[in-house]
């Protein structure tokens, strides 16, 4: 029996079609959150949100939006505090992956723009015009205001010249999270998850194209296996619920100890 800590709360969360952003929803609806799903892919959204309202008898809400894209971002947040009563936690995750292999030299202008303005534009833009209304929520016995979760990546932790432009969106994000938490306190709590390597979108579901991409940065992970969407999604819930209320401004690496102990994705030419 799970506790239902988020009844009569709501959870916004980008990316909310596929991947972490999926398995995050689930776990949210099956503790009592309302939702707001917000994707760039309609038929997916809607096949998502269906799913899970039929399942958990939650509401779902599925609002397209680009996050990239300001004046999508705004309507999207006015829509999104239209539907429901309250946005309690908010899933900063949309986000794209790189064409592995250029570094910084090599990589195309219109390649890194479009890294850049999803993966840190648009979680930034999403934070604006999310967190303000947030911040002036109240909830009876409850001392925060709001949470805010954001998806990074153990590149934004040990860089990844294969990935550049990822990898800076990603320290980018790491940043404006520690940043946000000073803007956004003492009434929001704003952290960051970085996933390693798991099986999402944004391999093209495929776990082949994932390990290949390990082999080549001579990945080693620690635990010994690769990570699940429910391993991001169990965080997640952690930082959404009382127990992390106290913890703001740091970022969380979910990647079986890669990012630490293991061996970095860094293609190192002493290492063949
Ligand atoms: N899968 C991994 O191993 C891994 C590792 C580290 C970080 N991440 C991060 O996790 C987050 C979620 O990705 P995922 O792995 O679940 O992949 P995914 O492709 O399954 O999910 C990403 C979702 O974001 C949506 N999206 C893409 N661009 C968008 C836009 N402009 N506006 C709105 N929605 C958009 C996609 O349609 C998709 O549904 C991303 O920020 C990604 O960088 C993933």
Redesign the pocket.
């Known amino acids: 029996m799970v506790e239902r800590f988020l009844d009569g709360k709501g959870a916004l969360i980008?990316?909310?079609?596929?991947?972490?952003?999926r398995g995050i929803a689930i776990e949210y609806a099956k503790r009592g959150a309302d939702l707001i799903l917000?994707?760039?892919?309609e038929e997916?959204?809607n096949e998502t949100c269906k799913k899970i309202k039929e399942e958990y008898k939650q509401e779902v809400i599925p609002i397209v939006?680009?996050?990239?894209n300001s004046e999508q971002v705004q309507n999207m947040a006015k829509m999104a505090f239209k539907e429901l009563d309250n946005i309690y936690v908010l899933n900063n995750?949309?986000?794209?992956?790189d064409l592995y292999g250029p570094d910084l030299l090599r990589i195309k202008e219109d390649m890194f723009d479009r890294i850049m303005s999803?993966?840190l534009r648009?979680q930034w833009l999403v934070s604006k015009y999310v967190c303000k209304k947030m911040k002036a929520q109240k909830f009876e016995n409850e001392p925060l205001s709001g949470k805010v979760i954001h998806?990074?990546?153990?590149?934004g932790v040990v860089v990844d010249l294969k990935l550049s432009a990822?990898t800076l969106s990603?320290v980018g994000v790491i940043a404006m999270v520690k940043m946000l938490a000073q803007s956004l306190a003492p009434n929001i709590t704003v952290n960051a998850i970085?996933?390693?390597?798991?099986?999402?979108?944004?391999?093209n579901n495929s776990e082949d194209v994932?390990k290949a991409t390990m082999d080549d940065g001579h990945v080693k992970t620690p635990l010994n296996r690769i990570?699940t969407?429910q391993d991001v999604a169990n965080i997640s819930v952690f930082l959404a619920s009382p127990l992390s209320d106290f913890i703001t401004g740091h970022n969380i690496p979910v990647d079986g100890g890669i990012a630490e102990v293991g061996v970095p994705a860094n293609y190192l030419k002493s290492d063949i």
């Open positions: 980008t990316g909310g079609a596929s991947g972490f952003g917000v994707d760039i892919n997916l959204l939006c680009d996050v990239s995750n949309a986000g794209i992956g999803v993966n648009g998806t990074a990546s153990i590149a990822y990603k970085s996933p390693g390597y798991h099986v999402t979108g944004i391999y994932m990570g969407v």
